[in-house]
């Protein structure tokens, strides 16, 4: 059974950067397409960015020009780099792995924009 562990949330002032991390384990992270959700208090979760299997990669408007997402096959992991941070990023942010047979979500890592 394949799992997600997300990591790298806390507490940051507005305008900093944090890092997420997705670490996959039980499967191979290439064979999917990877994605990060957030779910705001109160709010719908939102897709926030995916990537192929091939790299190619698609931003929500909301963090287009402010986030980066990047995969590393040989580590199982996915990334996501979030600079410039708003307090209305302030989520719970999920890691997903999903192909036409299966689909897997991580536990989520709080982020929180405040000062």
């Known amino acids: 059974q394949g799992q997600l562990v997300e990591s790298g949330g806390g507490l940051v002032q507005p305008g900093g950067s944090l890092r997420l991390s997705c670490a996959a384990s039980?499967?191979?992270?290439?064979?999917?397409?990877m994605s990060w959700y957030r779910q705001a208090p109160g709010k719908e979760r939102e897709l926030v960015a995916s990537?192929?299997?091939?790299?190619?990669?698609n931003y929500a408007d909301s963090v287009k020009g402010r986030f980066t997402m990047s995969r590393d096959n040989t580590q199982n992991t996915v990334y996501l780099q979030m600079n410039s941070l708003k307090p209305e990023d302030t989520a719970m942010y999920y890691c997903?792995?999903?192909?036409?047979?299966?689909?897997?979500w991580g536990q989520g890592t709080l982020v929180t924009v405040s000062s």
């Open positions: 997903k792995a999903a192909n036409v047979f299966e689909g897997y």
């Open positions: 039980g499967l191979r992270l290439s064979r999917y397409v």
């Open positions: 990537i192929s299997a091939d790299l190619r990669i």
